[in-house]
């Protein structure tokens, strides 16, 4: 990759760890009523998947910045991006609802991205390759 296209790939990992990252920020600051939207979809256990999702997000949206496990984070994400997508926001006669399903969507596109062009060379997993 040429430097412009690292430093490309490195603001656009960022970008897209904002998302994450501000959603999982979310949660910690309002666990009741996160608690509480994912126990009104009918999901077991709401509380263990509160603390699933806040490990998601912030520990992905710290991986992406940091180009850490790419490949194996982009999966991980996406069928987290695509499970979001289908089971909170599924109600796409809602135009709130269906911008959030198309968002997921995307964000699912721009990890695939990633998943098969990889972090770039500002990133921990091209530094690990580089002393393999």
Known sequence: MSKSADNIAFIGRCLMAVLFLLSGFGKVVAP?????????????????????????????????????????????????????????????????QLFHFLKNIAVTGGLFQLMAFGAGNFSLDARRARNS
């Open 32 to 96: 009741a009523a996160t608690i509480g939207w994912i126990a009104s979809t009918g999901l077991p256990l709401p509380s263990v998947g509160y603390a699933v999702a806040i490990i998601i997000e912030l520990g992905g949206g710290l991986m992406l910045i940091l180009g850490w496990r790419i490949p194996a984070l982009g999966v991980v994400l996406s069928v987290y991006a695509m499970a979001t997508a289908f089971i909170f926001h599924r109600n796409v006669a809602d135009q709130n």
